[in-house]
């Protein structure tokens, strides 16, 4: 099986499409786990614990754990996950040329999918998309606000360049592993890239702090009901300011996310 299979039983199995970003940023972790060995693990434990009933995925940021200590807790976070039978997939946005993109295909030794960048063109992420069982996430349209500097720019063809990457994405989908970063702050654009590629399960981010549209995110981001909607600050930080009780917020937050979004499966 693969990974959009697993990820569909997960969906089934929680009734949701909810993925958690396990941005452990250091500057935000309560001051009380702060004297723990690995304070990025020691938080996403808790959350872990807090919110896997409602989580689809979870979804760490390599940019929090690209230190010694970082790498080692990301790797407890990830084994720690697969206990609770939650796929974890690796927000690390990669591609590279020839032998330094294999290096970081191996990424997906321990995570079950990825986000990588299509910039460089498909040889910069065939070994990530080679990974028959791993998924694989193209950015396409992002949700920050410099987005369309570039994805938006219109080609000779008439089409923004948005829409050629995931022509292309559905194209390189030989392996049924491919998926798009589509933001939920451009509803239109998500509409249009769904009507585009039918088939292709769509990573939303930008639902939580960033304030995008939830209805749009559920009914254009799932391909026959597999996809997967990301909060991660508004879920994780949720209870910032409750002390060592911030877990409970947490897994409230999720479980209100989960049942918004479920209001329009």
Known sequence: MGFFDDLSDRIEKVDSVVSVGLDADIDRIPEHLLDRGLPRWAFNR????????????????????????????LRETIAYAHGKDVPVLLDAKRADIGNTTRQYANLLDDADAITVNPYMGRDSIQPFLAREDKGVFVLCRTSNPGGADLQSLELESGEPLYERVAALCDLWNENGNVGLVVGATGPQELENLREQVPDLPFLVPGVGAQGGDAEAAVEYGLADGVGLVNS?????????????DFDKAAGQAAKRLKNRLNQYR
């Open 46 to 73: 808790r959350i872990i614990d807090a919110t896997h009933e409602h989580a689809a995925a979870y979804k760490p940021n390599a940019a929090f754990y690209e230190d010694e200590d970082g790498w080692r807790s």
């Open 232 to 244: 991660s600050r508004g879920i994780i930080f949720a209870g910032e300011d409750h002390g060592e």
